[in-house]
């Protein structure tokens, strides 16, 4: 069973950093091309992708409003995608959810976690 697992999320002023963690279990990395990626959700607005990253090559895609202030890594030897927020604005305040795409950077995500929420104050 796929499980995807994030935390660290939380209250931080604006200006202020976060970084969030994505657990990846119940795959194996090596059968597909696979991608993780983050979205959020700010209350009342769709769903938007916010960076990805591919498992095997580790390359990287950003949405425009976070590139430089965001930095998405991985760790494969803990399954683990993490993301570094800087520079954090209230506009950033949304839950933050991790998805995996079998097919790469722009394929359908079809594996999902709970999210976790931040939250910029300004």
């Known amino acids: 069973q796929v499980q995807l697992v994030e935390s660290g999320g939380g209250l931080v002023q604006a200006g202020g950093s976060l970084r969030v963690s994505c657990v990846v279990s119940?795959?194996?990395?090596?059968?597909?091309?696979?991608?993780v990626g983050w979205f959020r959700q700010a209350p009342g607005k769709e769903r938007e992708f916010v960076c990805g990253i591919t498992w095997r090559f580790s390359v990287t895609r950003y949405a425009d409003a976070v590139k430089v202030r965001f930095t998405i890594s991985r760790d494969t030897a803990k399954k683990t995608v993490y993301l570094q927020m800087n520079s954090l604005k209230p506009e950033d305040t949304a839950a933050y959810y991790c998805?995996?795409?079998?097919?790469?950077?722009?394929?359908?995500?079809?594996?999902w976690g709970q999210g976790t929420q931040v939250t910029v104050s300004s």
């Open positions: 998805a995996v795409s079998q097919t790469g950077l722009s394929g359908d995500y079809t594996y």
């Open positions: 119940g795959l194996t990395f090596s059968n597909y091309p696979y991608a």
